[in-house]
């Protein structure tokens, strides 16, 4: 399974970026897709998750300005960034994860760089 995500970039405080994930080959149907971000030095931490099922989830942090979606027919997964902070800054790494039979697997994408400036 081969992840890639786009859409990162520059924007000013209070502007919008929408982020993409596109997953590729042999992907479980019942599956969890979303985001973590990490700023160098920091630790990464979860941003948004959405379940194949459509089920999400969001980091307080986020809640109320960012949106999580996903086409099940695309195996592709959005986040909408709405009113973006400087503290928004960070590499997004998009994930899919699934449990068969007892096994986890989890799939990471490159990481797309958002910076947040004026």
């Known amino acids: 399974v081969q992840l890639q995500a786009s859409g990162g970039g520059l924007v000013q405080p209070g502007g919008s970026l929408r982020l993409s994930c596109a997953a590729s080959g042999s992907i479980f149907s019942i599956n969890t897709m979303g985001w973590h971000r990490q700023v160098p030095g920091k630790q990464r931490e979860s941003v948004a998750a959405?379940?194949?099922?459509?089920?999400?989830n969001y980091a307080d942090s986020v809640k109320g300005r960012f949106t999580i979606s996903r086409d099940n027919a695309k195996n592709t997964v959005y986040l909408q960034m709405n009113s973006l902070k400087p503290e928004d800054t960070a590499v997004y790494y998009c994930?899919?994860?699934?449990?068969?039979?007892?096994?986890?697997?989890?799939?990471w994408g490159q990481g797309t760089l958002v910076t947040v400036s004026s």
């Open positions: 959405m379940t194949s099922g459509g089920r999400g």
């Open positions: 994930f899919l994860y699934a449990v068969v039979d007892g096994t986890s697997y989890d799939y």
